[in-house]
């Protein structure tokens, strides 16, 4: 797996709209322009317009997640109990966990090795939940300071 992808020259183009553009255009077609102007227009593939209009394109695109949305989400509120308790996790902490989330649940994901998700999977989590968790680094104080109260 690599960790930054670099996209080939001539490779076929994905998603280069916003969700936003897309519904302007999905808009437009309901109220009667036709698929082929809003494709210029809005320059979104008329094909992929006509396919979310008709609701043929429901699914994500890219690889499903190695976790199901239910169990991240499970594992989101366990990160968040432990940073309001003031324990700080570093990646090996958030892996250990998630091993022993897997275990506990009796799930065997073969995408991870011994069961332990690997550094990659742990940036990429973090990044598709990135509105609720963030990576810091932590800053010492001095002890005076810790003391006030």
């Keep these: 797996m690599t960790r930054i992808h670099i996209r080939k020259k001539g490779a076929r183009n994905y998603v280069n709209y916003t969700k936003e553009i897309l519904q302007k255009a999905i808009m437009a077609i309901k109220r009667g322009m036709s698929a082929n102007a809003a494709s210029k227009l809005f320059k979104i593939p008329r094909r992929t317009l006509d396919n979310k209009v008709r609701g043929r394109h429901c699914l994500k ?21 432990c940073a309001e308790y003031g324990c700080s996790l570093t990646m ?10 897997l275990a506990k649940n009796s799930i065997v994901n073969k995408k991870f090795r011994n069961n332990m998700p690997g550094e990659d999977w742990c940036y990429g989590f973090l990044k598709r939940h990135s509105h609720l968790l963030s990576q810091r680094h932590c800053q010492n104080i001095k002890r005076n ?3 006030k109260k």
């Design 61 to 81: 695109y890219g690889a499903p997640t190695a976790l199901s949305e239910i169990d991240e989400r499970r594992l989101v509120d366990v990160l968040i109990a």
């Design 92 to 101: 090996l902490d958030l892996r250990m966990t998630v091993r022993d989330f």
């Design 145 to 147: 300071r810790a003391e």
